[in-house]
């Protein structure tokens, strides 16, 4: 019994006990789960543009166009259906993301002010999941680089024969890629949060170059940009307009989780302005600009092969097909290598931190922001990713899905920030499971909340059975297309409304941002009183 107990002690994670933060209640409770310290808001205006720089260049956002394209636009409405799409989705993740730049919490604490202590379980769990499989996802196509920048290095890899069955989906070559993308992976998840910013900033820069290096490449290569820029679209009117709020609809479900986990990377921000600007314009920006190489890189490649090849990862693979010299392989061996660097960056900003923070608040006893990530990694790989990544089809129908129940969330959260309590929070109610709490509504669910979520799920179902191939009315179809907008402004206005008719503690008429528990003030008030404690000496050593 002694040797069970020890067990348990050594995997709990550290446990802060000050003054301000509370006891005894660790299954709701943890260090990364309080309010960011002091010392580790260090996210400033251009971390933020760093970020979303970093994040937007990965090989996934390359494609977006193409099957825009391919459904018969050109390529400057595809492009402006990226600006669009993206631009749109901006001011959501700005509003998003406020309650973490305020009051220094991430995604699982914010939630449990709209659905309840318990009832953000749900939730949280359903974000942490994804980014679970999102992260075994990427670690995939990181893998296809892998095996590219090993291509240019050693062609023989190419030739290593298969000892894996038929049944596994892969092979001995493309298992060995992905298990070293995975490896490599790995120690980029052991830094904190508000350190890995500098990770960021390296990333968008040598990405960034890579980038314009395969584009001026390619044209050289083609003595020109290449058909796809200049051909018409072949849709017209009332089509081609449906086809756009699809194409800008897929743009929004690829950031709609970095738009409700936004909290997670906002409670970093050195001032609460930070975020703002910086990301107002650097979102668009950044995605729009990735698309653009994306476009023009595969439109050369159209006129050196005579198709289309959208994914840079082939075209790389292309190059290493046609006997190349020396000064190709190594061009192709830095823009694969880059090509890792930018999946590495992209699981750690998009996944391996989501599903850390969110773990945390399931498990707040034994997990933590790092163990959290590690967790994510070792489900991504035993999930077998490269069979999801195989049907394509019905991964594409999951994600929508997905998108769906992300988005009614997401309207909850926001509605209950910006127009139910109106900017007030109750720090100090958001650890404790005690009746007449803020966030205890009844037994730590919220009906209105879950009510609004059922609401905003239930108007996309029709439209969700027409993405999986079952016949249902265009109507639907139409309404599923703008999924993410029926389903934040639906569950938003039925929480609105279920808020005033059965008003919740803490309700406000005027907007102000303020902590009514003055959370802060007591821990500074503590270290004042304790000037000898580990806490208070870096609190005082970052305020110099």
Request: glycine residues 8%; neutral net charge; charged residues 10%.
């Amino acid at each position: 019994m002694d040797f069970a107990r020890k067990v348990v002690k050594a995997l709990e994670v550290p446990h802060t006990n000050e003054e301000g933060a509370p006891s005894g209640l660790q299954f709701v409770s943890s260090d990364d789960l309080l309010p960011v310290p002091i010392e580790e808001r260090t996210w400033t205006a251009f971390s933020y543009v760093a970020f979303w720089g970093s994040t937007s260049i990965n090989v996934s956002t390359w494609m977006i166009t193409s099957g825009m394209i391919v459904l018969g636009m050109s390529w400057w409405q595809a492009w402006l259906a990226v600006w669009i799409g993206y631009g749109v989705m901006t001011p959501f993740v700005i509003l998003m993301g406020r309650p973490g730049a305020v009051f220094h919490v991430t995604f699982p604490v914010v939630n449990r002010t709209s659905f309840g202590i318990f009832g953000s379980l749900w939730c949280v769990f359903n974000r942490a999941t994804m980014a679970c499989i999102w992260y075994g996802v990427q670690s995939s196509i990181g893998g296809s680089c892998v095996l590219v920048m090993l291509r240019a290095i050693w062609p023989s890899v190419n030739n290593i024969p298969n000892s894996m069955p038929l049944s596994s989906g892969t092979n001995t070559r493309d298992f060995m890629c992905f298990f070293i993308f995975w490896v490599i992976s790995l120690p980029f998840i052991w830094p904190p949060v508000h350190k890995i910013r500098h990770f960021f900033t390296f990333k968008t820069i040598i990405t960034i170059i890579a980038c314009l290096i395969f584009m001026i490449w390619c044209i050289v290569k083609a003595k020109g940009v290449g058909p796809i820029v200049k051909q018409p679209a072949t849709i017209y009117g009332s089509e081609l307009a449906w086809a756009m709020i699809s194409g800008t609809g897929v743009c929004i479900s690829n950031l709609i989780t970095l738009t409700t986990n936004a909290p997670d990377f906002g409670s970093r921000a050195k001032t609460p302005s930070a975020p703002i600007v910086s990301q107002f314009w650097s979102i668009p920006f950044s995605y729009g600009l990735i698309c653009l190489f994306g476009v023009i890189v595969s439109s050369s490649s159209q006129t050196i092969y005579g198709e289309a090849i959208w994914s840079p990862v082939d075209l790389l693979a292309k190059f290493l097909d046609e006997d190349p010299s020396p000064a190709t392989r190594f061009g192709v061996w830095f823009i694969a290598f880059s090509f890792i660097i930018a999946q590495v960056g992209t699981n750690i900003s998009a996944n391996s931190v989501s599903a850390g923070c969110d773990l945390t608040a399931l498990f707040p006893r034994f997990i933590n922001i790092r163990r959290g990530g590690y967790i994510s990694a070792i489900v991504g790989l035993v999930m077998c990713p490269w069979n999801l990544v195989s049907s394509s089809s019905r991964f594409s129908s999951y994600m929508s899905a997905y998108s769906v129940f992300l988005s009614a969330i997401a309207g909850v959260m926001a509605t209950e920030y910006w127009f139910v309590r109106k900017g007030h929070y109750n720090v100090a109610d958001l650890y404790v499971t005690r009746k007449g709490s803020w966030y205890w509504y009844n037994y730590g669910f919220n009906p209105r909340a879950y009510a609004a979520y059922v609401a905003g799920i239930a108007i996309n179902v029709v439209g969700f059975a027409g993405d999986t191939g079952t016949p249902v009315p265009a109507a639907a179809t139409h309404i599923f297309d703008l999924s993410f907008f029926t389903g934040f402004g639906t569950s938003s206005i039925v929480y609105y409304i279920l808020s005033r008719m059965f008003p919740v503690l803490g309700a406000a008429n005027v907007f102000e941002e303020i902590d009514v528990s003055g959370y802060e003030e007591k821990r500074m008030t503590s270290c004042d009183e304790d000037t000898n404690s580990k806490d208070c000496i870096e609190k005082e050593s970052s305020t110099v």
